[in-house]
């Protein structure tokens, strides 16, 4: 019974929905969304942004971002990319790139 609290718990949801005496539901396909398709490695795009970069330089909140780098406070660096790019996700990955971008401006100079 359902209702009796005996039940074993069951993460798979087609072995779940038997125990539950209901049919197996089949899960949806995931939703590919524009900034994932984005990820997909290409030369071209990879090669445009490398020369936007080096053109026009930096996004005030990136210079920003690297002051933070540089002085240490990662977190805070975290944090202040949260706020302006809208997810964890998102701060993660463009600290890691800024912090590989300092990296190698050290190693040229």
Same mark, same amino acid.
């Given at each position: 019974?359902?209702? =009796?609290?005996? &039940?074993? !718990?069951?993460?798979?949801?087609?072995? =779940?929905? @038997?125990? !539950?005496?209901? =049919?197996? +539901?089949?899960? %949806?396909?995931?939703?590919?969304?524009?900034?994932?398709?984005?990820?997909?490695? @290409?030369?071209?795009?990879? /090669? /445009? !942004?490398? +020369?936007?970069?080096?053109?026009?330089?930096? $996004?005030?909140?990136?210079?920003? %971002? &690297?002051?933070?780098?540089?002085?240490? #406070?990662?977190?805070?660096? %975290?944090?202040? $990319?949260? !706020?302006?790019?809208?997810?964890?996700? &998102? /701060?993660?990955?463009?600290?890691?790139?800024?912090?590989?971008?300092?990296?190698?401006? #050290?190693? @040229?100079?």
């Amino acid at each position: 019974n359902f209702f =009796s609290g005996n &039940m074993v !718990r069951c993460t798979h949801p087609i072995i =779940s929905a @038997k125990m !539950r005496k209901a =049919s197996a +539901v089949t899960p %949806l396909p995931k939703r590919i969304r524009p900034r994932d398709r984005i990820k997909a490695p @290409k030369k071209k795009l990879r /090669a /445009a !942004r490398e +020369v936007v970069e080096e053109v026009l330089g930096f $996004a005030p909140y990136e210079r920003r %971002l &690297m002051e933070l780098l540089k002085v240490g #406070r990662e977190k805070r660096a %975290l944090r202040f $990319a949260k !706020r302006r790019l809208g997810t964890h996700q &998102m /701060a993660k990955k463009k600290r890691e790139q800024l912090t590989e971008t300092l990296r190698k401006m #050290r190693t @040229k100079k």
